[in-house]
């Protein structure tokens, strides 16, 4: 799957998105995976904040449960 194209990221597109031009539907791609990306590091630091709340010597044991 090309997660560069609008169509890799979402597969089908609704019939509206696909009549777009084609630099249209890649700004909304480009906007689409740079959404992606912001929301995995908030992700990423609120599982790290979350762990503060574990007592340290459990928290290997926690973030291996977790696989992290």
């Not at 031009?21 to 992700?43: C, F, V, Y």
């Amino acid at each position: 799957m090309d997660d560069r194209t609008l169509a890799g990221q979402l597969g089908s597109l609704p019939e509206g998105v696909a009549a777009l031009p084609q630099a249209h539907q890649q700004d909304l791609a480009d906007a689409l995976r740079e959404a992606r990306r912001r929301q995995g590091r908030a992700l990423a630091q609120a599982g790290n904040d979350a762990l503060r709340f574990i007592p340290a010597l459990l928290r290997p044991a926690v973030r291996r449960a977790m696989g992290l």
